[in-house]
């Protein structure tokens, strides 16, 4: 992970929310990102970060410190429905990956859509009538 503060130019930054816009409409979650300095807890920060948000259970929050070299994903009891630990450890894994090599940008719009594509609603077929010979 790149230490030392990250700042996004306005256009990138755009892309950002652009990215947000559509997995927010993909997956009918809210995601947030803050990118910035915590205190030493971390975790406890972004659990914290993540409760201040309007819906947080239908909400993921993506925190990252770049001097603390620090990443923490939090997604709330609604997203958790469709979003199991196994993907929330695929996304923080690549996200990680993508900040070690430095590429901070492109890594939050793949978490984000890595996220989006998994917390998404499950599409359900309904039968109105009963199979034919039943």
Known sequence: MPAGDISFSSS??????????A???LSRVEFSVFVGDTPEDTAAYARRLHGGLAAPARSVLIMIDGNRRALEIVAGSYVRRTLTDAELEIATIQLST??????????L????GLL???AR??????ADEEPAGA
């Open 23 to 25: 997995a927010e409409t």
């Open 121 to 126: 609603p499950q599409r359900v077929l309904h």
């Open 109 to 112: 719009k793949r978490c984000i």
């Open 98 to 107: 993508d900040l070690a090599a430095g590429d901070v940008h492109g890594g």
């Open 116 to 118: 989006a594509e998994h």
């Open 12 to 21: 990138k930054r755009a892309d950002l929310e652009g990215a947000i816009r």
